[in-house]
């Protein structure tokens, strides 16, 4: 190629969704790794404990809870220490919640960089998400150590993790695309999400347990597609088993429909975000 050549980006080249998203992915893998590694170090920059904040964030907010429903309520989760069920709930939840904000906003956030420089928008998004998951793998540890302190020891079946991580990942990769679509419009949505998403917590069993819902309610709980999830989890991560198919089924498919929908509904609309930003 000629020294004085230039490379021009073409707008209206047609995109495959899934197809053109996945490519554009593996194509700046080394972006998505700089913005990953930007995501952990700026997020806690200014902090005198900085990345241990990942450590400590969801050990006081599994402390205080602990105070109050382990021993004012007196919460019982037969099987399993109340405090070793509460920070698994509350490391899963606060995964999902941090994947949907992070890479919702993550278009907006980087407006600047958008309108100047052509880079597909859809790596912001994921990066995001995937930094969230790098966080929850590092809260993970508390919660071996919780496991081992109370004599839970750790079955093999932890080596399966990555099953429920990856599938919550999708989940929030997806949804998180769909915010980030409606988010460059209306600014408002991040915040109606930050809702949704605390409703959602209250609606998934990570602080009581299960059996205390009234059957006539139980249907809300299996239709909220986290609840399979934290089935999955807890099951590999400390009680040593596999969770009901359908948890398993309802899972898979939720990852995969919300992450298609989300790059379909992102690759139909990524030229007006653009021309909005």
């Not at 969704?17 to 992915?25: A, H, K, T, V, Y």
């Not at 309610?217 to 969770?243: C, D, K, Q």
């Amino acid at each position: 190629m000629p020294a004085n050549s230039a490379v021009y980006y073409d707008s209206d080249q047609a995109r495959r969704p899934l197809l053109s998203e996945m490519r554009n992915l593996w194509d700046y893998r080394d972006l998505v790794r700089l913005l990953v590694r930007r995501d952990l170090t700026v997020r806690y920059k200014r902090s005198t404990l900085g990345v241990w904040w990942t450590l400590l964030n969801p050990l006081l907010t599994t402390l205080i809870l602990w105070m109050v429903f382990g021993n004012f309520f007196r919460f019982e989760t037969p099987g399993v220490p109340f405090i070793v069920y509460l920070l698994s709930g509350i490391l899963l939840v606060t995964f999902f919640s941090q994947s949907v904000i992070a890479s919702g906003s993550a278009i907006v956030n980087n407006a600047g960089i958008l309108s100047k420089v052509f880079v597909p928008p859809e790596v912001f998004s994921f990066s995001a998400a995937v930094a969230a998951a790098v966080n929850f793998v590092i809260s993970l540890i508390p919660l071996v150590i919780l496991q081992l302190a109370n004599g839970l020891g750790i079955p093999w079946t932890v080596v399966l993790i990555p099953i429920p991580v990856l599938s919550l990942l999708a989940l929030g990769a997806g949804v998180g695309l769909l915010v980030a679509s409606a988010a460059v419009f209306f600014f408002d949505v991040l915040d109606l999400t930050a809702v949704l998403l605390q409703l959602l917590s209250y609606l998934t069993p990570t602080f009581y347990p299960i059996t205390i819902v009234p059957d006539r309610f139980l249907w809300v709980i299996y239709l909220n597609p986290l609840y399979s999830y934290l089935v999955v989890f807890r099951g590999f991560m400390y009680e040593g088993a596999f969770a009901p198919g359908w948890n398993f089924a309802y899972m898979v498919g939720s990852a995969l429909a919300a992450l298609l929908v989300g790059i379909y509904v992102f690759s139909r609309s990524w030229r007006n975000l653009i021309a909005v930003l």
